[in-house]
């Protein structure tokens, strides 16, 4: 692997354009889930400033388990429905949340984290996963980073 991740220069949506490029290169050619997921975490968990968990949670047809991250331990299971993870992957919506006190039913598996962002995964029709990423800087996400780590999630899932 020849894979060499650079600094992002340029606005935040220029950034995440070459970050989606980095991700693209990271899994190309490589078809396994865990390895794939494994990479992306580490690519964004380094390349994002204010972050503090960036990883994956897998559906196992009953609920949602971790799998690779990047960050302080996890929570290991999350029920469909249940905490920003949990609600993004019934949902289907990408959740978006600057202050996680203020999110009824918040799974505070980081105590340092103050905001969160977690994209769900679909593909076909069927729910593969969530992407997760946390903060400890309430109010760290917005609409950019909706897309931009949007189109890590969608290079992720193409890669399947």
């Known amino acids: 692997m020849s894979f060499v991740a650079a ?9 995440y354009r070459q970050l989606a490029a980095q991700a693209a290169a990271l899994v190309a050619g490589e078809r396994d889930r865990v390895a794939n997921a494994a990479n992306l975490s580490a690519l964004v968990f380094h390349a994002l400033p204010d972050v503090n968990w960036v ?3 897998f559906y196992d047809g ?9 960050g302080k331990p996890a929570c290991v ?3 469909l429905g249940k905490g920003v993870c949990g609600t993004a992957a019934r949902s289907g919506e990408t959740q978006l949340v600057p202050d996680v006190h203020a999110f009824e039913g918040h799974i505070a598996c980081d105590a340092d984290t103050r905001s969160e962002i977690v994209v769900p995964l679909f593909r076909d029709g069927a729910l593969v996963g969530v992407f997760d990423l946390d903060s400890p800087r309430p109010g760290r996400f917005d609409g ?10 969608e290079i992720f899932l193409a890669a399947l």
Not at 7 to 15: F, I, K
Not at 147 to 153: C, D
């Open 7 to 15: 600094d992002l220069t340029g606005d935040r949506t220029e950034q």
């Open 55 to 57: 990883g994956f949670y």
């Open 77 to 79: 299971r999350i029920a």
């Open 62 to 70: 009953e609920e949602l388990v971790v799998g690779p991250f990047q």
């Open 144 to 153: 950019i980073d909706r897309a931009g780590l949007e189109s890590v999630a």
